[in-house]
């Protein structure tokens, strides 16, 4: 019942930048946190940054001061600004959202994933 799209990704060389966007849809009530992680071959899902409905951020160490996480509440959007990145920025990026649904029988919140986008750092 609801889905998050994301877009964006692609090749940039290294100290290029790349935005990533990340749309909610469908049975949406409201959103609460949301965010972004990525994961690299090899490597476990590991937490990029994360933002609050209020705006309160958090981000990982190796993207502080690099990257940029921020939202739209009335279009249920995120977007990650990324600046100066790295071959080790290398990676499938998810989004991820907190979802609040209400309906007549059932209210809850849920968490979702995205499928994916590929970031990929190369000269």
């Known amino acids: 019942q609801v889905q998050l799209v994301e877009s964006g990704g692609g090749l940039v060389q290294p100290g290029g930048s790349l935005r990533l966007s990340c749309a909610a849809s469908?049975?949406?009530?409201?959103?609460?946190?949301m965010g972004w992680y990525r994961q690299a071959p090899g490597n476990q899902r590991e937490l990029v940054a994360t933002?609050?409905?209020?705006?309160?951020?958090n981000y990982g160490d190796s993207v502080k001061g690099r990257f940029t996480i921020y939202r739209d509440n009335v279009k249920h959007t995120v977007y990650l600004q990324m600046n100066s990145l790295k071959p080790e920025d290398t990676a499938v990026y998810y989004c991820?959202?907190?979802?609040?649904?209400?309906?007549?029988?059932?209210?809850?919140?849920?968490?979702?994933w995205g499928q994916g986008t590929q970031v990929t750092v190369s000269s």
């Open positions: 469908g049975s949406i009530f409201s959103v609460n946190a």
């Open positions: 991820n959202a907190d979802v609040v649904r209400r309906t007549f029988v059932y209210s809850g919140t849920e968490n979702y």
């Open positions: 933002i609050t409905s209020d705006g309160r951020t």
